[in-house]
């Protein structure tokens, strides 16, 4: 069992930055892969960024490539979601989600994932 714990959303201008965390603690998390997903209201949920267990290989949406950078801390257990160039569009609620499997590969689908965070909400103004 993996617990998680979403930190860091908020408000910002569009054009602005953001950096969300996700603290994870229970079973071993080093060799967890990890995924981004996000959820608007009347909008299907997007994973947006993830990465394998060792954080060597990384995925990202369209929708927000060149934006957004993942990266992963194993010894602080956190995984990271820099958001850069922020647009009104990225409005949603962010989760971080771990997979119970390990993987050199990335998980590219919401599926995939076993174990979800609360979710942080990240809202981008006009």
């Known amino acids: 069992q993996v617990q998680l714990v979403e930190s860091g959303g908020g408000l910002v201008q569009a054009g602005g930055s953001l950096r969300v965390s996700c603290a994870a603690s229970?079973?071993?998390?080093?060799?967890?892969?990890m995924g981004w997903i996000r959820q608007a209201p009347g909008k299907e949920r997007e994973l947006v960024a993830a990465?394998?267990?060792?954080?060597?290989?990384?995925f990202y949406a369209d929708s927000v490539k060149g934006r957004f950078a993942i990266s992963r801390d194993n010894a602080k257990n956190t995984v990271y979601l820099q958001m850069s160039s922020l647009k009104p569009e990225d409005t949603a609620v962010y989760y971080c989600?771990?997979?119970?499997?390990?993987?050199?590969?990335?998980?590219?689908?919401?599926?995939?994932?076993?174990?979800w965070g609360q979710g942080t909400q990240v809202t981008v103004s006009s």
């Open positions: 990465l394998n267990w060792s954080g060597s290989r990384t």
């Open positions: 989600a771990a997979s119970a499997a390990s993987s050199s590969n990335v998980y590219t689908r919401a599926e995939q994932y076993d174990y």
């Open positions: 229970g079973r071993t998390f080093n060799n967890n892969n």
